[in-house]
Every structure is written in structure tokens, then in C-alpha cells.
């Protein structure tokens, strides 16, 4: 019983449904909390942003409200 809860409570952690990327940027710079690719990244981004949901890839991310794509130029 233990084991299939611990893999219930990790498959929840690891699902995108049960977490997600928070952001806040401003002027291109942004900071990340939760992020899987990255911490602090410099972007093409210039519109300020205060702990909103993001989609985090490989090169960029991608602003849940909005759907606008940021790309990430220099990584921290």
C-alpha cells in the first residue's frame, strides 16, 4: 500500500498537470521558480511579467496567458 502511494505522489510530481513554471521577468531578464531548463535567462522578451505560469522548453518558453513565445539567449 505504501509503494503504490509513493507512486501515485511521484507520478503527480512528474505529470505537467501537477506543477508548473512560474516567471518573473522584466526589460529581457527573467528569473524562474520550478524551472527545469533554467533558473535566469536573458530573453526577447520585454514585457514585465510577475510569477506567471510558463511552458519551459530547451530554447525558449512559452507564456501561458498570453501564448507568446519568448526565446532564451543567454542562460544562468
Given at each position: ?27 529581457g531578464e527573467c528569473e524562474f521558480f520550478i ?35 519568448c526565446m532564451v539567449f543567454n542562460e544562468r
Open positions: 500500500m505504501k509503494k503504490l502511494l509513493g507512486i501515485i505522489v511521484l507520478g503527480l510530481f512528474l505529470s505537467s498537470n501537477a506543477y508548473s513554471d512560474m516567471a518573473t521577468c522584466f526589460a524551472g527545469i531548463w533554467y533558473e535566469y535567462a536573458d530573453t526577447n522578451c520585454m514585457q514585465s511579467l510577475m510569477m506567471e505560469e510558463v511552458d519551459q522548453g530547451p530554447l525558449g518558453f512559452t507564456i501561458v496567458d498570453t501564448d507568446e513565445y
